[in-house]
């Protein structure tokens, strides 16, 4: 089993920025593979990004890249999420995921998630 709990969620304006935190504990052994999704009011879950621990070999969704960098901390298990230049439509709870699969992506069974934080992007 492995717990992931997220932080550094909150309100902030367009145009500022955030990093998310992803703590895993337990059999972090069974994650090869962490990674971020988002979920907004009304819409689908939708993949934010991900990493595999061995060599932070990291995929990010299109509609981020270049405002969103997904890295890790294996000495904390801690995977981040930075995000910049955030808009509204960035608005969403975020997820922290982990699966045994090693292709960092969208696919694959992600079998841990944590409770999600709220990120609040104002116009």
């Known amino acids: 089993q492995v717990q992931l709990v997220e932080s550094g969620g909150g309100l902030v304006e367009a145009g500022g920025s955030l990093r998310l935190s992803c703590a895993a504990s337990g059999r972090t052994s069974s994650s090869n593979t962490m990674a971020w999704f988002r979920q907004a009011p009304g819409k689908e879950r939708e993949f934010v990004a991900a990493?595999?621990?061995?060599?932070?070999?990291?995929n990010t969704a299109d509609s981020m890249k270049g405002r969103f960098t997904i890295s890790r901390d294996n000495a904390k298990t801690t995977v981040y999420l930075q995000m910049n230049s955030l808009k509204p439509e960035d608005t969403a709870v975020y997820y922290c995921?982990?699966?045994?699969?090693?292709?960092?992506?969208?696919?694959?069974?992600?079998?841990?998630w944590g409770q999600g934080t709220q990120v609040t992007v104002s116009s």
């Open positions: 990493i595999r621990w061995s060599d932070s070999r990291a």
């Open positions: 995921a982990a699966k045994r699969g090693l292709v960092p992506g969208p696919g694959g069974v992600y079998e841990y």
